[in-house]
């Protein structure tokens, strides 16, 4: 007789885009390239314009959860905790916490890891630094670190959760796809330390990948080459930059969370596209150019 799966787990990831703190900030000294995003800056960015960003996000996040709420968010491009401290109030007070590094990245724009207390407990953190690849003949990247938790789902279940943000194709997607490829082997070498230390380990990688859907991690599965559609739309052309990776003994299902009240009209190339903050300098009080995407793991 076959015993039903039973939900384990509801995980998205959200590239929120330019999830800015309005004040002006520094890491390790160092002042972040960040002028644009605060009041007197080129955007105008405000306290109004950041709490209604934050409300915006959590308004998505909490239309995925539905009355459950969503157990795991993997996010792209937060500048601070402070921006994550503001999310999880403004998500349900006190009942999510969160897991940040500040990174090098000279804009300031973090990944970071959201979870409901109730369900999850952290057993190990760290960030994963891409460096060191001057000894193998290339340029050294700055770019955001790999966030790595390794948590327990219900006091039972030990999954490990990565989560990127990889290089742009800023310069031509050619031209920048070393930098994306060497990221990759600082992801596959710690994929793998989990998997020679325990073979069956529960593995999610998810993040904004900067590239189509590849099959390019050994021991994991790119789960949204079954999809059609995209989460991000360019010059008219949807492309699934926002990916989720599991292991062999991970199963579930993946959707793209592409509701229409999250999106607008495309007068240039018709058909919808992501509601941003802005169009171009012009504030229209969106969400984000990118699309979030679900997985719900079963048991």
């Known amino acids: 007789?076959?015993?039903?799966?039973?939900?384990?787990?509801?995980?998205?990831?959200?590239?929120?885009?330019?999830?800015?703190?309005?004040?002006?900030?520094?890491?390790?000294?160092?002042?972040?390239?960040?002028?644009?995003?605060?009041?007197?800056?080129?955007?105008?960015?405000?306290?109004?314009r950041y709490y209604r960003k934050v409300e915006n996000i959590a308004r998505v996040l909490t239309n995925i959860g539905e009355w459950e709420g969503v157990d795991v968010v993997g996010l792209q491009e937060v500048e601070n905790a402070k921006c994550l401290k503001r999310l999880c109030y403004t998500l349900r007070k006190?009942?999510?916490?969160?897991?940040?590094?500040?990174?090098?990245?000279?804009?300031?724009?973090?990944?970071?890891?959201v979870y409901k207390k109730a369900r999850i407990d952290t057993l190990g953190t760290r960030a994963i630094r891409v460096s060191g690849l001057e000894a193998r003949g290339l340029e050294d990247l700055v770019t955001r670190d790999i966030l790595y938790v390794c948590a327990q789902v219900d006091k039972?279940?030990?999954?490990?959760?990565?989560?990127c943000h990889l290089p742009s194709q800023r310069g031509g997607t050619a031209e920048s796809e070393w930098k994306r490829k060497a990221a990759k082997e600082?992801?596959?070498?710690?994929?793998?330390?989990?998997?020679?230390?325990?073979?069956?380990?529960?593995?999610?990688?998810?993040?904004?990948?900067?590239?189509?859907?590849?099959?390019?991690?050994?021991?994991?599965?790119?789960?949204?080459?079954e999809l059609k559609g995209g989460t991000h739309k360019y010059q008219g052309r949807w492309t699934c930059l926002d990916q989720f990776y599991t292991?062999?003994?991970?199963?579930?299902?993946?959707?793209?969370?592409?509701?229409?009240?999250?999106?607008?009209?495309?007068?240039?190339?018709l058909?919808?596209?992501?509601?941003?903050?802005?169009?171009?300098?012009?504030?229209?009080?969106g969400f984000s150019d990118h699309l979030p995407i679900v997985l719900k793991c079963l048991k």
């Open 94 to 113: 006190n009942e999510y916490g969160f897991v940040h590094y500040e990174s090098p990245d000279k804009r300031g724009i973090d990944v970071a890891l």
């Open 1 to 48: 007789m076959r015993l039903l799966s039973v939900l384990l787990i509801v995980i998205v990831n959200y590239n929120v885009e330019n999830l800015f703190h309005p004040a002006h900030d520094s890491v390790a000294g160092e002042p972040k390239e960040d002028l644009e995003w605060t009041a007197d800056g080129e955007r105008h960015w405000s306290y109004t």
């Open 247 to 269: 292991s062999p003994a991970l199963s579930g299902d993946v959707t793209i969370y592409d509701a229409e009240w999250i999106q607008e009209t495309d007068e240039k190339y």
């Open 271 to 285: 058909g919808l596209k992501p509601k941003r903050t802005y169009n171009g300098y012009t504030y229209q009080n």
């Open 186 to 225: 600082v992801l596959q070498r710690a994929v793998d330390s989990v998997l020679a230390a325990t073979p069956q380990a529960k593995i999610i990688v998810m993040g904004d990948m900067n590239s189509a859907p590849k099959e390019d991690l050994k021991g994991l599965t790119n789960r949204m080459l």
């Open 156 to 163: 039972r279940d030990t999954i490990h959760f990565f989560v």
